[in-house]
T-cell receptor, first 113, second 113 residues
Framework: EPEVTQTPSHQVTQMGQEVILRCVPI?????FYWYRQILGQKVEFLVS????????KSEIFDDQFSVERPDGSNFTLKIRSTKLEDSAMYFC???????????FGPGTRLTVT | AQSVTQLGSHVSVSEGALVLLRCNYS??????LFWYVQYPNQGLQLLLK??????LVKGINGFEAEFKKSETSFHLTKPSAHMSDAAEYFC???????????FGKGTRLSVIA
């Protein structure tokens, strides 16, 4: 069964460093999403992406964040200068269209020290 | 704005006992409702969803949930717990196909032999 994959599973970085989290969505999906979950808190929406542009973003998704689909398979989330409060589990998801079920990856745990 | 409340961050049941995980939502219009499950080191997997139609929804692994508009609830149940049901369960809501998922904080289910 097709699945969303994410790499790495765990990333440790120092404050101020740039990180790129990678996702490979399901191949025939058109909508892509990033969510995050800070330890002990809710899963929160960050951004959705369609047709090579951001279709919606939350107030969390500020200028430090960017997303890209550099090729036909990868979907990346970049944090330009990480802060301690960026430490969280980051989930990628994809769907065939906006109204359909979102399929989630296993997540990347980001630890900022 | 939508919100989701899951009562109980941790629920513990005996094997064979009834599982009841509570979810209440607030929404200005009838929402789409979802339950996701997360097993250790895995992504979020859709258990079941309510969009329209029958208010009692059956999902995978013997779980079901009932949409009660008057109570703004979407509680998840399973008649008989199995050890393999131990996982984190997330309730989520979206207004329509045009909005991102809004998650609850999650409930960790433990099953005792």
């Amino acid at each position: 069964e097709p699945e969303v994959t994410q790499t790495p599973s765990h990333q440790v970085t120092q404050m101020g460093q740039e990180v790129i989290l990678r996702c490979v969505p399901i191949s025939n999906h058109l909508y892509f999403y990033w969510y995050r979950q800070i330890l002990g808190q809710k899963v929160e929406f960050l951004v959705s992406f369609y047709n090579n542009e951001i279709s919606e973003k939350s107030e969390i998704f500020d200028d430090q964040f960017s997303v890209e689909r550099p090729d036909g398979s990868n979907f990346t989330l970049k944090i330009r200068s990480t802060k301690l409060e960026d430490s969280a589990m980051y989930f990628c998801a994809s769907s065939t269209d906006r109204g359909n079920e979102q399929y989630f990856g296993p997540g990347t745990r980001l630890t900022v020290t | 704005a939508q919100s989701v409340t899951q009562l109980g961050s941790h629920v513990s049941v005996s094997e064979g006992a009834l599982v009841l995980l509570r979810c209440n939502y607030s929404s200005s219009v009838p929402p789409y409702l979802f339950w996701y499950v997360q097993y250790p080191n895995q992504g979020l997997q859709l258990l079941l969803k309510y969009t329209t139609g029958a208010t009692l929804v059956k999902g995978i692994n013997g779980f079901e949930a009932e949409f009660k508009k008057s109570e703004t609830s979407f509680h998840l149940t399973k008649p008989s717990a199995h050890m393999s049901d131990a996982a984190e369960y997330f309730c989520a809501v979206r207004l329509s196909g045009n909005t991102p998922l809004v998650f609850g904080k999650g409930t960790r289910l433990s099953v005792i032999a």
